[in-house]
């Protein structure tokens, strides 16, 4: 397939956004259990929500572009009953509300307790939002992930590994940039952060690998048999029936030549998570926060570069249908 | 009877690939209600343009036993259409009238979905307008009453001097097309996909005819043998009172 910039642009600043309100979300609870002693300030989740915030609301942005016609937005979110594109359309709004409200609540230091358990522990208004928030992140990596997963015609795609990895990128981005701000603002949340976002990048590490493994090893339901109906074993196109380009030329492939998208794969994996990966132990261990701050930075941009690569080698089924162009 | 479903039948055994109905249905589109099909550089390099129906031209086996298939190819209308329910929209639609799918252009926001969700790349995008197009079955012509009744059919059945596409509802079983379906072992493009195309494909086929040794030599022939007959004198009457000769 094609890869839209946009596309990549949406899916890699959402996900980062969605992980990095997780993690605060996940912070707080640290405290709220009694795994750290000393609770963050309310500042410090609002300043948290707010990069969040950014990188969402820049992800609906870059979104637009990919619409040739974006006045008429709106109507993507009625058909959420069959589509996921829908679905998502209506996650990322409540995600970005649950986000301001979460920052909101603790940047006035609304903390009235809701409930209160039997072992002396309570849930107050803050860490309900933050729970509702991070339902609304979750929810929102399946929307984004089941449209590509759902489409059944790109078998690159159509696997719940595309959920997996969609989810497991998300938060390793999201825990990256949460021990950069942490360390900045010097919060002992930072070892916790740094500690999950380097469990978070190898797992997703781990999870892409066996998918790029996994993609190939693909069989095509379809053949050019059942394509043109033709019973014979040996069938090949002698015309696709134009000199010129058309739509299904241009969308469907991405004019790069293989060997340039290995060597994107390789990059991608030493940019998205072998190098994060170390430079997040090396911060973790030295508490240098440039460390952190780098790690976030080499991360986002070799997951872009992931998001290409993924873009790139969906092969769709029409593309048996627009072998040779004379 | 089974909901009404119009759709093309297509005779590969028929199909010369002329490409006419390619150019009708572009002509005919690109100027009415679906309208345009724009092009991009028409006449420059790298050319690119919108298209309802393409012809493509397979070549079965090795030479020199090949056979040459000709494959006209557009949106199949089918029955369980999975372009429709992903559109996010509702843009893309599958009437309930005569099982017609279709694109509201004025509700599509050119995301694309619909295409990714088509096996046999039957959608093509509009970038000027930034809209998603497809054949639409002429569905302007063929309830337009200021039409004669066997003029209301798509352009590409009636472009075809070969007389290979056939048009009507594949689920009466008394319309012409059913019956050429079902007489002709009439086939479904990809069935392992469940999409059920309305649209169906006739296959090549094979005409031979077994002549025995006495159908070439004549029976009756006093003679035994093959041979001019005599030459007829010059001035014999002749059948057209001109000469013998
Ligand atoms: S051929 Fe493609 S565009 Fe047409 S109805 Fe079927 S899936 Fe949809
Ligand atoms: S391109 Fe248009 S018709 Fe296709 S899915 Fe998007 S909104 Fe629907």
Redesign the interface.
Known sequence: MHPAFSVIFLTTLIGAGQGLLLALVTGQWYFVIGATPDQESGAFYAGGAAIAELLLVLGLVASFFHLANPQRAWRTATRWRTSWLSREVIVLPAVMGATFLYGVVHWFGWTPVLWTFGNQKSLDLSMAVGFAAAGAALALFLCTAMIYASVKFIREWASSWTVVNYTLMGLASGFTIAAAYASLAGSSLTEFFAGDALALTLAAMAARIFQLWRNTRLKCRSSMKTAIGVHHGQIRQISQGFLGGSYNTTEYRHGIGSEVVRGLVVLFLFLAFALPAALVAAGWATGEHPMLLLAALVQYVGLMVERWVFFAQGNHVQNMYYQRMA | MAKKQLALVID?NVCVGC?AC?TSCKQWNTSGWSGPLPDQNPYDA??????FN?????????FPAT???H?P?SCLHCEEP?CV???????SYKREEDGIVLVDYD???????C???????A???D?I???MKKCTLCVDRIYDTSLEPERRKPACVLACPAGARLFGDVNDPESEAARAIRENAG???????GTSPANH?L??RKTYMRLHEDELVRADNPLKFEADLPKPNFTAPSIDDMSSW
């Not at chain 2, 790298?46 to 298209?51: A, C, K, L, R, S």
């Not at chain 2, 329910?85 to 843009?91: D, H, K, R, S, Y």
């Not at chain 2, 509700?107 to 979905?113: A, M, V």
């Not at chain 2, 295409?115 to 790349?121: E, K, L, R």
């Open positions: 590969l490409h390619v790298d050319p690119n343009g919108v298209f393409r012809v493509q031209t397979f070549e079965c086996g090795t056979e040459t298939v494959f190819k999975p329910p992903v559109c996010p929209t509702g843009a509700k599509c926001i050119g995301c694309k979905y295409s990714w969700s088509c096996p046999y790349g959608r093509e995008f970038p307008a930034g809209v086939y479904q493009l990809m069935p392992e996909w494909y296959p090549r």
